[in-house]
C-alpha cells in the first residue's frame, strides 16, 4: 500500500529500495517494448487527429497501421487476444463476465499459466503492467490467483476501474488502494513512469504496458442481483469524466457526419435493421459524448508524452518500440446506433495502431495486420524461444526490408468474430421499439482487405448475411448479399456475388475454428497444393464448379451467450483436389 502512494506521488520508484539510482543508459542488444493500450478508441470518428502530443512523439516518427483490425470487438476477448496470441474462438473468453468471460474465466482457462508476459520473462525481460488488465478483475479476486508473469505490476480493478474520479489500483503484492477523488489517468500516468524507470533500472530489455480506460464510458458500481444478464439492467455506462484542465476544450466538436451517420434507411442485419431514426435531441447528446472523450484522450496525451521524454531522458529511446493501439473500436450515432461497440462495422473493428522504433519507416502502412499479430511481433523483437505454439497471428512488418518481403505474402483477411450482447451505452441505449436493453450480436465474419477488393461478410446467429463491397460502400449503408426478394446485380473482381459467395462461404468455414497455421494461411486447407492464397487466386474459373458443390456453409442453430459448438451448425472445411482434371472437382469433407 504504502509503494503504491509513493509510486502516486511521483518520488522515487526504486524498487530495490537502495536509492542509488543511476540514470546511466544500459545498451541492450534487444530492444524495450512499450505498448499503451486505450479503451474503446476510434479511429473512424478521428479521434487520434485530437492528439498532437502522440502526432508529434509517435505518429511522426513511425508507421500508422491504416488496416489494423481487433477480432473480437469488445474489451476483455479482445485484450485476452491480446495477451495470448489467440483468437476468441481459442481462448473460449468470450465476454466481459463469467461465465463465457472476465478474468476468471482467462484463469480457468489456464492461461494465467500460459501468456505473453511468461513467454516475455523467459526470453529474459523484465515485465511490467499498469492500468486496466481484463474486465471481472476486482478488489475481491485480485489474488485469487494473482495475474502471474509481471515484474511489477500496478492494475485497475472493478468494480471502479471506469471510475474516472474513484479508481482502485493494486500494486504487486500489496491490497487494493483507493484513489477517491484523484484523476485515474494521472494517477496511472506517474504508475507508468515509476514502472519505466524500474525497467529502465532493472538491467534487463523490458516490456512495459500501460493501459488507461480512456475513453471508455463513465461506469459507477452497480448492484448485481447475482446474475450477468440481471447486472446489465443496472449497469450505467455514461459520458467519460475529463479531468479539470480539459473541460473547456473542443466547443464545436461533433461525430463527423459522414454517409453513415444516421442515416435515411436503416441497414445492417438483425435488429440494427429495426433502431428506429436517432430524433435532434439524441443526437446533440450524442455529440456530446462524443466531446467528452476527445477531452479524455488529453490526459493520455500527456502520458505519451510523459513516457517518450522519460524514455529520452534515460538515453534509451532509440532502442525502444512504442506501440499505440486500443482494444477495440467505438461508434457513435452510425448506423442509427447509440454510443457503443461489439458489431462488426468498421467503426468497430478497425482501430488505431501506430508503432515508432528501430528501422520503423515514417509514413503509413496498409498491410493487414490484427490483433492475434502483436504477441507474435513482441516475442520476434525479444528474440523468444518459448510462446509461439499455437499462436493464430504472424508477426507485422516494422522495417522496411519486411514491408517488401510481406507485400506479395501476407495475409488480406482478417477472423472477426463476435459472442453475445450488444449492450448500448449513454442515456438512450436502444432506439427499439421494444425497450429492450440488449440484443444479441452473435457473427462470424471475415474482413478481406486485397489489392483490388475490400469486402465485409458475415453471418448473423439469425442466419441472416451480410456483404458490404468497401470500395464502392465505405459507409457499409448497402447489403449486397443476394436474398430471395433482392438479387443485387452486383459483381466484385468483374464476378458476380453469386460465385464470390461459395469462395466466402468455404473461407468463412476454415477461419471461424482455425488454429494457429490455419488462421494465418486459412486458403491452404481448402486448396492444400497451396497455390491459392488470396480470394483473387480463389476466383480462378477454374475451381468455379467445386465452389459450385460446396454445400455446407456457416450457419448457426440458435444464438448463444457463448461459444457453444453444439449451436454453431456444421464445422467441416472442404477441400479441392488438384488433378482430378481441370473440369472435375471433388469435394470431400476433412
Ligand atoms: C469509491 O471507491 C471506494 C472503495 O474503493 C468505495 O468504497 C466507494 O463507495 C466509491 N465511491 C463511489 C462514489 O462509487
Ligand atoms: C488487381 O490489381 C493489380 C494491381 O494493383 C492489377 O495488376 C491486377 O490486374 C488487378 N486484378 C484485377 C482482376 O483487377
Ligand atoms: C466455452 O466455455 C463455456 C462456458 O464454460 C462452455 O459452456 C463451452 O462449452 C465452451 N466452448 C467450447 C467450444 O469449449
Known sequence: MKLSLILACGLVPTINGLGQHSLVPTQHERPNIVVILTDDQDLHMDSVDYMPLLKKHVIDHGTFYKHHFCSTAICCPSRVTLWTGRNAHNTNVTDVFPPYGGYPKFVAQGFNKNWLPLWLQSAGYSTYYTGKLFNAHTIENWNSPHPSGWTSSDFLLDPHTYQYLNASFQRNQYPPVSYQGQYSTDILAEKAFGLLHEGIESGKPFFLTVAPVAPHSNVDPFPTTGTPGDALKDIRMTAPIPAERHKHLFPDAKVPRRSNFNPEKPGGASWIKRLAK???????????????????????????????????????????????????????????????????????????????????????????????????????????????????????????????????????????????????????????????????????????????????????????????????????????????????????????????????????????????????????????????????????????????????????????????????????????????GDDWLGNEEL
Open 278 to 580: 436517432l430524433t435532434d435531441e439524441v443526437i446533440e447528446y450524442n455529440d456530446d459524448f462524443y466531446r467528452a472523450r476527445l477531452q479524455v484522450l488529453q490526459a493520455v496525451d500527456e502520458l505519451v508524452e510523459g513516457v517518450v521524454l522519460r524514455l529520452e531522458q534515460a538515453g534509451t529511446l532509440e532502442n525502444t518500440y512504442i506501440f499505440y493501439t486500443t482494444d477495440n473500436g467505438y461508434h457513435i450515432s452510425q448506423h442509427r446506433l447509440n454510443p457503443g461497440k461489439e458489431c462488426g462495422f468498421e467503426e468497430d473493428i478497425n482501430i488505431p495502431l501506430i508503432v515508432r522504433g528501430p528501422g520503423v519507416p515514417i509514413g503509413e502502412s496498409k498491410v493487414v495486420t490484427a490483433h492475434t499479430d502483436l504477441a507474435p511481433t513482441f516475442l520476434q523483437l525479444a528474440g523468444a524461444k518459448w510462446g509461439w505454439d499455437g499462436l493464430d497471428g504472424s508477426p507485422i512488418p516494422l522495417k522496411k526490408e519486411d514491408f517488401e518481403d510481406e507485400k506479395k505474402s501476407r495475409q488480406e483477411h482478417v477472423n472477426i468474430e463476435f459472442w453475445g450482447r450488444s449492450i448500448p451505452e449513454g442515456e438512450h441505449r436502444f432506439s427499439l421499439d421494444d425497450g429492450k436493453i440488449s440484443m444479441s450480436s452473435q457473427t462470424q465474419a471475415l474482413r478481406i482487405v486485397g489489392a483490388n477488393y475490400s469486402l465485409y461478410y458475415s453471418v448473423w446467429c439469425t442466419n441472416e448475411h451480410e456483404l458490404y463491397d468497401l470500395t464502392s460502400d465505405p459507409g457499409q449503408l448497402h447489403n449486397i448479399y443476394p436474398t430471395s426478394s433482392t438479387q443485387p446485380d452486383v459483381t466484385i473482381l468483374g464476378i458476380p456475388v453469386s460465385k464470390v459467395l461459395p469462395r466466402l462461404d468455404a473461407l468463412l468455414m476454415v477461419t471461424k475454428s482455425c488454429k494457429g497455421h490455419t488462421c494465418v494461411h486459412p486458403w491452404s486447407v481448402i486448396h492444400p497444393a497451396g497455390n491459392v492464397q488470396t480470394l483473387e487466386e480463389a476466383m480462378n474459373r477454374r475451381f468455379d464448379n467445386f465452389y459450385s458443390s460446396v454445400s455446407a456453409a456457416v450457419s448457426f442453430e440458435k444464438c448463444e451467450l457463448g461459444y457453444i459448438l453444439e449451436s454453431e451448425g456444421p464445422q467441416e472445411s472442404v477441400v479441392f483436389h488438384e488433378g482430378a
